[in-house]
């Protein structure tokens, strides 16, 4: 179906079998909300979800819902979690926060590693990956070495290297790495892999037992819309678990939490990455946001997100054809996440300028305009009308 005018856009989110769910989302009037890929928004099942879990279980059952359902929550979401990033059930635990989760993955890989002492990964990482790979390296003695490119990645993997931590989709330009590739480069080197999924889970394809994964962490509260400050997820291959031994030991990962032994002995599988009590009402939230993508087809999102990003470099070439703008994401969609970045020298302003329209991106430095394209809410005619706000801005520029 052509897109080449609003009407045939309004014609293709009609027929948009994604459609209906954007019914679900609790967005305010009159705005174009291009910042999923930071934070998806409110949906009416969260908000019942939170509701029920004051008024229900905390409010009327207190303490019984421990047993009753809260204290299963981390292990009972994993496995929601799991069909998003192609993992088995018992693979995924949500807990903490992605900054955490990194900490005690690093430290768990290198353990598995104890004869190698060096982490690679790219220069131009998540900044938060790179302090806590510095950190991690400074308190167990390894070295991190930061690589340029993929180039530059795979030549540095020899006999010295433990393990790798890459971000999956960068979040600035949006560039998808090969995960199977550098994953099998890795274990050939005898290297372990950490993915940071932060701005792939529920945009782009991820299969992480077709990569033959080791480890991957990543944000629930982007794509999944799990709240702002939703816990984080964990996923550690099954064929790793007797090995681990992660460093922030807390009761919720012994093997006999209510025994309340003096030392500590691990729970079997991905729970010994539990650490203390989880924050329930936040939880919730991520519980009920889960259930929106529980009859959503994953091709059919994954397809939209690519959709989506096509049209609005389709409809912006005018503006990088003439070198008015340039565009700061790969153009070949199998290697795109779900965001478009675009690159002017004013990008502050004309962000600025957009959100005065009711059109909310983001800008990051130095030059940055980011336009997340959460396929379950996003629709063709909100990409038509957002390009063509760029182009009247940067065309008056």
């Not at 019914?23 to 998806?40: A, K, V």
């Not at 005898?190 to 299969?207: C, K, N, T, Y």
């Not at 729970?267 to 010994?272: E, F, K, Q, T, Y």
């Not at 502050?348 to 991106?361: D, K």
């Amino acid at each position: 179906m052509s897109m080449t005018t609003r009407e045939e856009c309004q014609r293709r989110d009609a027929a948009d079998p994604l459609a209906r769910v954007r019914d679900y989302f609790l967005l305010p009037e009159g705005i174009i909300y291009l910042l999923g890929n930071s934070l998806g928004p409110l949906s009416i099942p969260s908000a019942q979800r939170v509701k029920h879990a004051l008024d229900v279980e905390w409010g009327e059952q207190l303490l019984r819902s421990w047993p009753d359902g809260w204290w299963d929550l981390p292990v009972a979401l994993g496995r929601r979690l799991a069909r998003l990033i192609g993992a088995r059930p018992e693979e995924v635990l949500v807990t903490d926060s992605t900054s955490v989760d990194i900490f005690k993955l690093v430290v768990a890989a290198a353990r598995l590693r104890p004869n190698r002492r060096v982490i690679v990964t790219y220069e131009n990482n998540f900044p938060t990956d790179l302090y806590i790979l510095d950190e991690a390296a400074a308190l167990t003695g390894l070295e991190v070495r930061r690589a340029k490119d993929r180039g530059a990645l795979i030549e540095a993997l020899d006999e010295s290297v433990a393990l790798i931590e890459l971000t999956h989709v960068d979040y600035r330009t949006a560039e998808m790495a090969p995960m199977v590739e550098i994953t099998k480069a890795a274990h050939d080197a005898g290297a372990l892999v950490i993915w940071d999924l932060a701005h792939s889970i529920g945009a782009v394809p991820v299969d992480l037992s077709a990569a033959d994964a080791d480890f991957a962490v990543g944000c629930t509260y982007k794509y999944l819309n799990g709240g702002p400050g939703a816990p984080a997820f964990v996923f550690a291959a099954a064929r790793l678990h007797d090995e681990l031994h992660q460093p922030l030991t807390g009761w919720h990962g012994h093997a006999r939490p209510f025994g309340f032994e003096p030392t500590y002995e691990p729970a079997s599988g991905i729970r010994r990455f539990s650490t203390g009590s989880p924050p329930i009402l936040s939880y919730a939230a991520l519980d009920g946001a889960l259930d929106v993508f529980e009859a959503v087809d994953l091709g059919a999102l994954f397809e939209k997100s690519r959709t989506l990003s096509q049209l609005l470099i389709d409809r912006l070439e005018p503006l990088f054809s003439s070198g008015r703008l340039e565009l700061g994401s790969p153009r070949d969609v199998m290697v795109r996440g779900s965001h478009i970045a675009l690159r002017h020298a004013n990008a502050g302003a004309i962000v600025a300028q957009l959100e005065a329209q009711g059109v909310l991106t983001d800008f990051r430095d130095p030059d940055y305009i980011r336009l997340g394209l959460a396929p379950l809410f996003v629709r063709y005619a909100d990409v038509f009308d957002a390009a063509d706000a760029i182009t009247k801005i940067v065309g008056a520029a």
